[in-house]
């Protein structure tokens, strides 16, 4: 499979992650009308690819206009907090985009001075919010006889109110990590990856691949690397063999503090790389599979085993985080990768399980860690090699995909 880098998503704080959470469930706000000095209580919510922010609405005049109840994030230009109005009123105003009709209020209506009513911020600005709409933008001058352009209208935008603090605090985290992941692509360079190793995957930065999985950049930059050198993935024994310590400890060193990491990584040999990888996965603090663990402990009580186990494993992934599961994908696609190059570098389906299961499968079982008992953490070994083989038994006959992380595909253990 051909990869690129795409887009480079910066890394979400906490309260930008429980904000987005937020409004994909549904946020409570006050919403201004954009042609009265009305308001009215609704619910935002945030579509799942994240593009659109729509509300609900039950009032006559909306049911007369058909009024589209939502805005795009890419027509937004600018967020703005803070209750005291501009000189011209900022108004939802129907545009094209919006629907058929256009008109505004007038500027000399007093909306969002007194428009709120008893839902009036009063003392309390900072919980106002206002998505300024590209239509905002002026017109620009007559190229023919430079005439000025003609004086802006009220901005087209969508303002809300906040119902308290906290719920404020995570839509400004949100809609300005939103905002700013819409960005230009940034170049996957060494501040991107740097401090990967050993951080949440909530913390780390991630790239757009061409399946459309968002996994850590540090996990494709190794790959993109692995790919370019002589041997890569036709290493005899990749991923089995290990590389030199001291080889390893200066690569993992120089990515991680960001010391010329992109030419570390051109330097570094195939089963560096490979280790590197398998090191990344080991690192992270929370375990991949631990919130879906009592689930896959059942299916294994359940005593089945092979490709129909691992059709089963597939369904769980929408309970892991969505960067976990992301890279659980991601890691069953670099297994084809391998053993598609089995006839040069004598690593099979077998194989490879073998050398990922311990660190793709971290969490899915109990691995003994406060008894210490030599018999458990044996079981806990073989029980991991058993999922991860199933599993990727599963990805061979029908590759996993990006739909698998959400729920959304069809299961091919009921076919």
């Given at each position: 499979?051909?990869?690129?880098?795409?887009?480079?998503?910066?890394?979400?704080?906490?309260?930008?992650?429980?904000?987005?959470?937020?409004?994909?469930?549904?946020?409570?706000?006050?919403?201004?009308?954009?042609?009265?000095?009305?308001?009215?209580?609704?619910?935002?919510?945030?579509?799942?690819?994240?593009?659109?922010?729509?509300?609900?609405?039950?009032?006559?005049?909306?049911?007369?206009?058909?009024?589209?109840?939502?805005?795009?994030?890419?027509?937004?230009?600018?967020?703005?907090?803070?209750?005291?109005?501009?000189?011209?009123?900022?108004?939802?105003?129907?545009?094209?985009?919006?629907?058929?009709?256009?008109?505004?209020?007038?500027?000399?209506?007093?909306?969002?001075?007194?428009?709120?009513?008893r839902h009036s911020s009063g003392g309390e600005p900072h919980r106002m919010l206002?998505?300024?709409?590209?239509?905002?933008?002026?017109?620009?001058?007559?190229?023919?006889?430079?005439?000025?352009?003609?004086?802006?209208?009220?901005?087209?935008?969508?303002?809300?109110?906040?119902?308290?603090?906290?719920?404020?605090?995570?839509?400004?985290?949100?809609?300005?990590?939103?905002?700013?992941?819409?960005?230009?692509?940034?170049?996957?360079?060494?501040?991107?990856?740097?401090?990967?190793?050993?951080?949440?995957?909530?913390?780390?930065?991630?790239?757009?691949?061409?399946?459309?999985?968002?996994?850590?950049?540090?996990?494709?930059?190794?790959?993109?690397?692995?790919?370019?050198?002589?041997?890569?993935?036709?290493?005899?024994?990749?991923?089995?063999?290990?590389?030199?310590?001291?080889?390893?400890?200066?690569?993992?060193?120089?990515?991680?503090?960001?010391?010329?990491?992109?030419?570390?990584?051109?330097?570094?040999?195939?089963?560096?790389?490979?280790?590197?990888?398998?090191?990344?996965?080991?690192?992270?603090?929370?375990?991949?599979?631990?919130?879906?663990?009592?689930?896959?402990?059942?299916?294994?009580?359940?005593?089945?085993?092979?490709?129909?186990?691992?059709?089963?494993?597939?369904?769980?992934?929408?309970?892991?985080?969505?960067?976990?599961?992301?890279?659980?994908?991601?890691?069953?696609?670099?297994?084809?990768?391998?053993?598609?190059?089995?006839?040069?570098?004598?690593?099979?389906?077998?194989?490879?399980?073998?050398?990922?299961?311990?660190?793709?499968?971290?969490?899915?079982?109990?691995?003994?860690?406060?008894?210490?008992?030599?018999?458990?953490?044996?079981?806990?070994?073989?029980?991991?090699?058993?999922?991860?083989?199933?599993?990727?038994?599963?990805?061979?006959?029908?590759?996993?995909?990006?739909?698998?992380?959400?729920?959304?595909?069809?299961?091919?253990?009921?076919?």
């Open positions: 499979m051909e990869r690129r880098r795409s887009v480079l998503k910066p890394p979400r704080s906490t309260a930008a992650a429980e904000g987005v959470a937020m409004l994909k469930r549904g946020a409570a706000a006050i919403k201004f009308s954009r042609a009265s000095d009305k308001s009215h209580p609704t619910t935002f919510r945030l579509s799942e690819d994240e593009r659109v922010l729509s509300w609900e609405g039950s009032t006559l005049s909306k049911v007369l206009t058909r009024e589209k109840r939502e805005v795009a994030l890419a027509d937004v230009i600018e967020l703005e907090v803070g209750a005291d109005p501009p000189p011209d009123p900022l108004a939802l105003q129907r545009t094209a985009a919006f629907g058929p009709r256009a008109h505004h209020v007038d500027s000399a209506s007093p909306s969002f001075r007194t428009s709120a009513g206002t998505l300024v709409l590209i239509g905002s933008l002026p017109a620009p001058p007559s190229l023919n006889d430079g005439a000025a352009a003609p004086a802006a209208p009220p901005r087209d935008s969508l303002r809300l109110q906040c119902l308290d603090d906290k719920s404020a605090a995570l839509w400004r985290a949100a809609l300005r990590a939103l905002l700013e992941e819409r960005q230009p692509p940034s170049p996957l360079g060494p501040a991107a990856i740097a401090g990967s190793f050993g951080a949440p995957l909530d913390e780390v930065a991630l790239v757009d691949t061409p399946s459309g999985l968002l996994v850590p950049g540090v996990l494709e930059a190794l790959l993109l690397a692995l790919q370019a050198d002589a041997e890569g993935l036709r290493a005899e024994g990749i991923f089995r063999v290990s590389a030199l310590e001291s080889e390893l400890v200066e690569a993992r060193r120089r990515v991680q503090e960001a010391d010329e990491s992109e030419k570390a990584l051109a330097q570094a040999s195939a089963h560096c790389l490979a280790s590197l990888i398998k090191a990344y996965l080991r690192e992270l603090p929370l375990e991949i599979w631990w919130p879906a663990r009592e689930q896959v402990i059942a299916l294994l009580a359940d005593g089945g085993g092979g490709v129909e186990l691992g059709h089963k494993l597939r369904e769980l992934l929408p309970s892991l985080s969505r960067r976990a599961s992301a890279v659980v994908v991601w890691v069953c696609d670099l297994m084809a990768e391998v053993i598609a190059q089995e006839a040069h570098n004598r690593m099979g389906l077998s194989a490879m399980t073998a050398v990922l299961a311990p660190v793709l499968m971290r969490g899915a079982v109990d691995e003994g860690e406060e008894t210490l008992d030599p018999r458990v953490q044996m079981t806990a070994a073989e029980d991991k090699i058993k999922l991860a083989g199933a599993l990727f038994q599963s990805h061979l006959e029908r590759p996993l995909t990006v739909a698998d992380t959400r729920g959304r595909s069809s299961s091919v253990a009921s076919a």
